[in-house]
């Protein structure tokens, strides 16, 4: 009769090392935090209580938010890399591109479709118009569409 082969060693009985378990929604896992280098926006993991932290791979030293900030995150206008940032800044500096990004609250923001390719654009609330940066048309968001749309030839 053959005999059935395992193909790794058996487990010992009780584990060496406890199970891992999901991180929290916040980033906290346990004793431990997260957040995005500065330098090369890998995502690195530190103590709970440390002020700062040393990449690994870049070796910048990003600063540790203090305990109970909020953190917002928008995606930059220049490179298109995921920025978080303490809730309530007005401008992001994008650590790649170095492009300023405005950092608007949601109640600040509006949306409306392009004129032309239908593409959703959000823009500061209380503008007259905003540009498609798909197709450059210039759409109305304050008054009558037809006399102040145009289309930009560049």
Aim: proline content about 9%; glycine content about 8%.
């Amino acid at each position: 009769m053959p005999v059935p082969l395992a193909p790794y060693p058996t487990p010992p009985a009780t584990p060496l090392a406890p199970a891992y378990t999901p991180s929290p929604a916040n980033g906290s896992t346990g004793g431990q935090s997260q957040l995005v280098c500065s330098g090369c926006r890998n995502l690195l993991m530190y103590p709970v209580g440390a002020t700062s932290v040393c990449c690994a791979v870049c070796n910048a030293i990003t600063a540790v938010p203090p305990p109970g900030t909020e953190m917002a995150q928008l995606v930059c206008g220049g490179c298109h890399t995921l920025l978080m940032y303490i809730r309530g800044a007005t401008s992001v500096q994008c650590s790649c591109c170095h492009t300023v990004n405005l950092a608007l609250e949601a109640n600040q923001v509006a949306h409306v479709n392009c004129g032309s390719c239908k593409m959703l654009l959000m823009y500061q609330y209380g503008a007259r118009s905003v540009k498609c940066a798909v197709c450059s048309f210039i759409t109305s968001v304050g008054g009558s569409t037809s006399t102040t749309d145009q289309k930009l030839n560049n």
